[in-house]
């Protein structure tokens, strides 16, 4: 059997015994590691994970390319901690829900490796999942491949608004697998997902919104495939919700920050920021396949040419409602990055960094359920006034 068809077969043997142990698992819980906990260690030539389970659990294994990554997924598991690291093949190891159900381990390799062996291991109740990789050529390592089958469910089925009701995504950064920022007990995927559904209620609570989130729980969803949920329930308007925090080198940062798309990036916060996002999608196990072709990009160009100063003026009022609210607002509240989630040429799109968890007093604001709710206000506040003007500026086109 060769080499890639049989990773594709260990993926479709245990996606089979998930279905058979689905009921059983429910009933006990999830497992975690045992106290042999895991680990990528050396075996002479070849890479060996071992992950100690308190339960036998389903599982599959693949890898994905650019850059080489192998990506192991256990239902019903918790990771607790990241495997130790006892190789120099390993780069860096993340962790994190994918999908219900299921978590996910991404280890990204310095070097090109196939899956040689893998196989789960039971005895007294408890398991052990062994995964043995050999070096590769990078040819091989390509043809090891697979593309993802499972992709995120489209939650959204609802038409585009009617009689003037806007319709807003709101985006809550990370999640799962890429938890983001992290600063004492804050993490950034759970304070912004807590003040995403604040959002949410003030925004359906004025009657003129509807409102879709691109997640509603702790799971990752990829930063292309949000912009493509939001696409899906029709929004007009797409907020991307992020609570960072920057590196000392990039300088001092505090405040609510409203960023829009831009490929000439010139300053040091906004370009740590944009590679930060990216290098989170590459961790997470994204599939980064695929490119535009020169006539969807041309297309794109021209939609944009109405979309981007919509954007622009979309985090003119989002500074202003803040301003407004009296609430802390950064010394140079609008700037511009080349975030993958405001790409979508055709709905006008900004991020949001609520604060940044690299600031004391942002963690306080941000750790306070007053401050989040004036901020949730703050916002719906500034989509009001944007909604009207861009009304007005619609009508002006159209005569």
């Known amino acids: 059997m060769s080499r890639p068809l049989f990773i594709v077969c260990v ?35 070849l890479v060996e994970l071992t992950v100690g389970l308190t339960e036998p659990r389903a599982w599959r294994v693949f890898t994905l390319d650019r850059p080489a990554r192998l990506v192991v997924e256990i239902s019903n598991f918790s990771w607790e901690s990241k495997p130790k690291i006892h190789s120099d093949s390993i780069a860096d190891v993340n962790f994190g829900l994918n999908r219900q159900g299921w978590s996910r381990l991404v280890a990204v390799l310095h070097e090109p490796l196939v899956v040689d062996s893998a196989e789960m ?37 609802q038409k585009h608004n009617v009689n003037n009701r806007v319709r807003v995504a709101i985006d809550p950064g990370h999640g799962g697998v890429d938890p983001g920022a992290e600063a004492g007990e ?54 991307s919700l992020h609570a960072d925090a920057l590196e000392p080198d990039a300088g001092p940062a505090s405040g609510m920050t409203v960023y829009t798309l831009s490929e000439d990036v010139n300053d040091v916060a906004s370009l740590r920021l944009t590679e930060t996002h ?9 599939d980064l396949g695929g490119a535009e072709d020169d006539i969807a990009i041309a297309l794109q160009d021209i939609a944009r040419r109405e979309t981007t100063p919509r954007s622009e003026a979309l985090a003119s009022s989002l500074v202003e409602g803040f301003a407004a609210k009296s609430l802390a607002i950064n010394t140079k509240p609008h700037r511009r ?36 709710l004036d901020a949730a206000e ?16 619609s009508q002006e086109l159209r005569r």
């Open 11 to 45: 993926a479709l043997t245990a996606l089979l015994t998930a279905v058979a142990q689905s009921s059983a698992e429910g009933a006990r819980g999830l497992a975690r590691v045992t106290e042999e906990g895991a680990a990528f260690s050396d075996k002479g030539a």
């Open 121 to 157: 291991s039971a005895a007294d109740g408890s398991s052990r999942l062994n995964i043995s990789l050999q070096p590769a050529t990078a040819e091989d390592f390509r043809q090891s491949v697979i593309v993802e089958n499972s992709s995120i469910e489209t939650v959204f089925s």
């Open 186 to 239: 804050l993490v950034e995927a759970e304070v912004i997902l807590r003040f995403a559904r604040k959002l949410k209620e003030t925004l359906l609570r004025s009657g003129r919104f509807d409102v879709v989130l691109t997640r509603e729980d702790d799971i990752f969803v990829p930063l292309e495939t949000r912009m493509s949920l939001a696409r899906t329930a029709g929004a007009d308007i797409f907020l």
């Open 278 to 286: 990216a290098a989170n999608d590459i961790l997470a196990g994204v």
């Open 337 to 372: 990055g080349e975030f993958a989630v405001l790409k979508a040429p055709d709905v006008p799109s900004v991020l949001i960094e609520l604060g940044f968890l690299s600031s004391a007093k942002d963690r306080k604001r941000l750790a306070s359920d007053e401050w989040l």
């Open 378 to 393: 703050a916002i719906w506040l500034a989509l009001e006034l944007w909604a009207d003007a861009d009304f007005l500026r």
